[in-house]
């Protein structure tokens, strides 16, 4: 749960509150901090740097959660380039130049795993981010990553702020997008097998050959990693994951079972993004953080969201 003394006095702001991961942060956080303030984009489009310096005058904040992002899966990031690497941009050179510049002592800002090389062997260590070629599909979106994590270098280094990169592993969970554009691979999944399942389908099609592997973590478990990242005030970068691996195979496995299909079909002509990666979690294991939720019951309360929504 990390340290909650810490929070007691604080001001925070979450910007993205309204996703994935900023309603697992507002949930985990409400009634902890001495002020929570949320940012959606209908408060305002971040990207727009009078925006960006108008969320952060409403402060005083001590803490701020950069969440916002244009971001979906792979076939988004192919349709759309320059809006993932344009709108990624301009929300990290708008949201941490307006924290560092109004005096922001500590930001979070999430970055991604699509930093690390596509092709490198072994375990993943944080001092390998941008070493090397990244996945084709998400190049743009990893470049604006990219200069996200080295503002925050910069703002610790230069100005003695405690900016901290967060390299987020593939995060899933009630409040993920189920849109077929905007969707990552467990919501496309689910929206998938649920559609499958409704014209009397009995198998669900998955993208790629199934063999690429994912570290994947539960929306409120990404949260309480957060927290503790937070809570430690080290602006080392530092990844967010769950440390486990599993195929997509798997994954679509136990989606399919979940929805009462019967098995799973391969489409190998379809992109798969990188094949696989593990990751290192170790700076946030020291940290005290082990995921709560297991993928089998993460998949169980994402598929209830979703047929909520339905
Ligand atoms: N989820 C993952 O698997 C994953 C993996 C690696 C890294 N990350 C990073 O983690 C962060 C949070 O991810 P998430 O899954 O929670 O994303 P998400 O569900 O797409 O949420 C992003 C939030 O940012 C808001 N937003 C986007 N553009 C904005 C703008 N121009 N102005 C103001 N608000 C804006 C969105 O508002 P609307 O809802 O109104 O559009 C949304 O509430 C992102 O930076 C993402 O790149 C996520």
């Given at each position: 749960?990390?340290d909650?003394?810490?929070?007691?006095?604080?001001?925070?702001?979450?910007?993205?509150?309204?996703?994935l991961i900023g309603?697992?942060?507002?949930?985990?956080?409400?009634g902890?901090c001495?002020r929570l303030?949320?940012?959606?984009?209908?408060?305002g489009?971040?990207?727009?740097a009078r925006?960006?310096?108008?969320?952060?005058?409403?402060?005083?904040y001590?803490?701020?959660?950069?969440?916002?992002?244009t971001?979906?899966?792979?076939?988004?990031?192919?349709?759309?380039?320059?809006?993932?690497?344009?709108?990624?941009?301009?929300?990290?050179?708008?949201?941490?130049g307006a924290?560092?510049?109004?005096?922001?002592?500590q930001l979070?800002?999430?970055?991604?795993?699509a930093?690390?090389p596509?092709?490198a062997a072994?375990v993943?260590?944080?001092?390998?981010?941008?070493?090397?070629?990244?996945?084709?599909?998400h190049?743009?979106y990893?470049?604006?990553?990219?200069?996200?994590?080295?503002?925050?270098?910069?703002?610790?280094?230069?100005?003695?702020?405690c900016?901290?990169p967060?390299?987020?592993?593939n995060?899933?969970?009630?409040?993920?997008?189920?849109?077929?554009?905007?969707?990552?691979?467990?919501h496309?999944?689910?929206?998938?097998?649920?559609?499958?399942?409704a014209?009397?389908?009995?198998?669900?099609r998955?993208?790629?050959?199934?063999?690429?592997?994912?570290d994947?973590?539960?929306?409120d478990?990404?949260?309480?990693?957060?927290?503790?990242?937070?809570?430690?005030?080290?602006?080392?970068?530092?990844?967010?994951?769950?440390?486990?691996?599993?195929t997509?195979?798997?994954?679509?496995?136990?989606?399919?079972?979940?929805?009462?299909?019967?098995?799973?079909?391969?489409?190998?002509?379809?992109?798969?993004?990188?094949?696989?990666r593990?990751?290192d979690?170790?700076?946030?294991?020291?940290l005290?953080?082990?995921?709560?939720?297991?993928?089998?019951d993460?998949?169980?309360?994402t598929?209830?969201?979703?047929r909520?929504?339905?």
């Amino acid at each position: 749960m990390g340290d909650f003394t810490f929070w007691r006095e604080k001001s925070v702001l979450v910007a993205g509150a309204g996703g994935l991961i900023g309603t697992a942060l507002m949930r985990a956080l409400e009634g902890r901090c001495a002020r929570l303030v949320g940012w959606r984009r209908a408060d305002g489009d971040l990207t727009d740097a009078r925006e960006a310096r108008r969320a952060i005058a409403a402060g005083p904040y001590d803490v701020v959660f950069f969440m916002a992002a244009t971001q979906g899966g792979v076939a988004d990031h192919l349709a759309r380039p320059l809006a993932y690497v344009r709108e990624n941009a301009a929300l990290a050179l708008n949201v941490i130049g307006a924290c560092a510049d109004s005096g922001v002592r500590q930001l979070i800002y999430a970055a991604s795993t699509a930093l690390y090389p596509d092709q490198a062997a072994g375990v993943l260590t944080e001092d390998l981010l941008a070493s090397g070629p990244i996945e084709a599909s998400h190049q743009p979106y990893a470049a604006a990553k990219l200069l996200g994590l080295r503002l925050c270098q910069a703002c610790t280094a230069e100005r003695g702020l405690c900016y901290t990169p967060a390299i987020l592993t593939n995060v899933y969970g009630p409040g993920g997008s189920f849109d077929p554009q905007r969707s990552t691979l467990i919501h496309a999944l689910i929206a998938r097998a649920v559609a499958a399942h409704a014209v009397g389908e009995h198998t669900l099609r998955v993208w790629g050959s199934g063999r690429a592997v994912r570290d994947v973590l539960y929306g409120d478990d990404a949260a309480q990693a957060l927290l503790r990242v937070a809570a430690s005030q080290d602006p080392s970068t530092i990844t967010i994951a769950s440390g486990e691996n599993h195929t997509v195979a798997a994954i679509a496995g136990l989606v399919a079972a979940a929805i009462g299909l019967k098995g799973i079909a391969f489409d190998p002509a379809k992109p798969e993004g990188a094949l696989g990666r593990t990751l290192d979690v170790s700076r946030l294991r020291a940290l005290g953080f082990a995921p709560l939720v297991s993928l089998a019951d993460g998949i169980h309360r994402t598929l209830a969201a979703y047929r909520n929504r339905l």
